[in-house]
């Protein structure tokens, strides 16, 4: 066995709830792979009925991404709270599995905020921070889980826009400007042996309802693919299991969930 098996990883989420993310689950599944989705209770876009998330919770982790999709940077503390904490409950209740992770609809949130989500009783949040191989960092008692690439044809200037406002200059690479001509998909397979030859997490993000408008169905297949390729030499995992949280214990977090999760450097 490759001794680095167990250090590079791979994985994906998908926000939003849309019933269209079966058609993910299903290629997800095609291609073994796993994965994270995050759902909110309802949305300003059509969203899973109550059955169809658990039954997408029988195979994939569930998320929690507030009740009604709302960016919580506006809310009060006691307005986010009750968006964050009513979604994990919601789901924990219609699942019948711990809700560890969390993500901000449209990635909005505050600095200060981020001691709500863990008081709320998620363990982790995903950001849209782009183009991170990196391991998860602990930032106030939370898991902040960056991603790699979304599957949408951002432009180049997008990224440097992302890489910018999140201060992580670092990850601006000079691959985003060849994207122009190549497409994301170029991107994405050039950030995947990136992070495979580095042993670090390759974790593509979408939603379904943007694939479908933007016709990239057959891109995110090729995508996934390619990820699928790697499977021997990396491990496909769920937003949770990055930081040591199998979906299906609640009770007891492994010993290894701080290791995986390092303390950012001040
Ligand atoms: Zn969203």
Redesign the pocket.
């Known amino acids: 066995m490759n001794p680095l098996k167990n250090n590079c990883r791979i994985t994906t989420s998908w ?2 709830g849309h019933p269209l993310d079966f058609r993910v689950a299903e290629l997800l599944t095609k291609y073994k792979l796993t994965g994270t989705f ?1 759902v ?1 209770r309802s ?1 300003q876009k059509p969203v899973m009925n109550r059955s169809q998330v658990h039954e997408l919770s029988k195979t994939f982790e569930i998320g929690g ?1 507030t009740l009604e ?1 709302v960016a919580i940077d506006t809310l009060s503390d006691v307005e986010a709270l009750v968006q964050l904490a009513g979604s994990r409950e919601w789901l924990e209740q219609l699942t019948g599995s711990p809700c560890r992770v969390f ?1 901000f ?2 990635g909005k949130f505050r600095r200060r905020q981020l001691p709500l989500v863990r008081q709320a009783g998620y363990k982790a949040v995903r950001t849209v921070e782009l183009l991170s191989t990196a391991n998860p960092q602990r930032i106030d008692g939370l898991c902040v889980i960056p991603t790699t690439i979304q599957a949408f044809p951002h432009s180049a200037s997008a990224y440097a826009r992302n890489a910018a406002k999140r201060f992580s200059i670092a990850h601006f690479i000079s691959l985003p400007a060849a994207i122009q001509s190549k497409g994301w998909t170029f991107l994405a397979e050039e950030m995947l042996r990136r992070a495979m030859e580095n042993c670090g997490i390759f974790h593509l993000w979408g ?1 379904s309802w943007e694939i479908e408008e933007q016709g990239e169905w057959e891109n995110v297949e090729a995508v996934l693919r390619t990820m699928s390729s790697f499977r021997e030499r990396s491990k496909s995992v769920t937003n949770g299991e990055l930081f040591g949280h199998p979906s299906q214990l609640i009770s007891q977090e492994p010993a290894t969930a701080r290791a995986a999760c390092a303390e950012r450097p001040t």
């Open positions: 926000d939003d995050y909110p949305s991404h999709h993500c609809p449209s939603h």
